[in-house]
């Protein structure tokens, strides 16, 4: 599949909100939550930022973390969803739904000549 | 020395502890955010300098993610901003009496007895406790320093940023050395 590269106005919009969903899915790692996205056809999401947003969920308490040591290696951070995190994402992957019908149906409407 | 020759992801992350501690983002912050570097690097095999960019760029969406209100200005201007009066005071006190030591050393190496109106060995004398006085509160000050926020591994709660024994040995010796120095530097004279 050809490399995915978006608008990044667009990525910073969504991005938040896609990885709270990918978490979602019970506990997982940076590079796992980076495959998911690439997966999901989002496109290649840098560690510098993919971190900050974690750093960010967790902030807000969305999302919780914890370390657990890797064969030999530095080790891997799990991140988790939160119990706020549960509706928080429910109600912001509604508006989502919405935003994007909408815009969707603007789009979609013939341009009208004038 | 291995150490002492650093590869460029240790570069980069000593760049980014640096930019870190200049944006006031706490200790056990840091560690933290290295610690996600070292991890993810070392899942991805990528340079911490292709994944994460710059490391001052880093620092910088670091901080705003955790919500650390950024001082405007360049590195330079922070590490100014963050020094005080009393840094400036005791500088200059240390400055002043290291040159009397120095001078008195060099007095008494040639045989000198008088020095600034005060008898040579007097001068050394106070020199030397004033000296003492100052490095003693530096000292202390750094240790507490460290304690109250260390940068900490999250992993392994270890000090992340320790000081290796040759640098204090450095610290200690260079100093030492250019007082003897002086001291010699007077006899010669004779």
Redesign the interface.
């Known amino acids: 599949m050809a490399e995915e590269r978006w608008p990044g106005e667009w990525m910073r919009g969504v991005l938040s909100l896609c990885v709270l969903r990918v978490v979602a899915d019970g506990p997982t790692?940076?590079?796992a939550i980076a495959a998911r996205l690439a997966d999901a056809g989002l496109g290649v999401v840098?560690?510098?930022t993919l971190?900050?947003?974690l750093?960010?969920l967790e902030?807000e308490g969305l999302v919780s973390s914890s370390?657990e040591?890797?064969d030999g290696?530095?080790?891997?951070?799990f991140f988790t969803l939160t119990p706020a995190g549960a509706p928080a994402l429910r109600e912001r992957a509604e508006q989502w739904h919405v935003f994007t019908e909408r815009a969707a149906g603007l789009l979609s409407s013939p341009a009208v000549p004038s | 020395m291995a150490s002492t020759r650093k590869s460029t992801a240790q570069a980069w992350s000593d760049d980014l502890l640096l930019a870190l501690r200049l944006r006031d983002v706490p200790g056990a912050r840091i560690g933290e955010v290295l610690a996600e570097v070292q991890s993810h690097v070392a899942e991805t095999g990528e340079d911490p300098r292709q994944a994460f960019g710059e490391a001052d760029g880093y620092a910088d969406r670091v901080a705003e993610a955790l919500g650390v209100p950024t001082s405007g200005g360049g590195p330079g201007r922070r590490l100014v901003r963050s020094l005080s009066g009393g840094d400036l005071v005791g500088s200059a006190v240390i400055g002043l009496a290291a040159y009397l030591l120095a001078d008195g050393l060099w007095s008494l190496g040639a045989g000198e007895t008088a020095l600034l109106g005060l008898p040579a060995w007097s001068a050394v004398l106070i020199a030397l406790l004033v000296l003492g006085v100052a490095v003693t509160r530096i000292v202390t000050a750094a240790r507490s320093g460290r304690a109250d926020d260390a940068v900490i591994d999250p992993r392994t709660g270890a000090d992340m940023v320790t000081f290796p024994r040759w640098a204090v040995a450095l610290l200690v010796a260079v100093p030492l050395l250019s007082l003897a120095a002086m001291a010699v530097g007077g006899a010669l004279t004779r």
């Open positions: 790692y940076g590079y840098k560690g510098g971190y900050p947003i750093t960010r902030a370390w040591a890797g290696g530095p080790g891997r951070k």
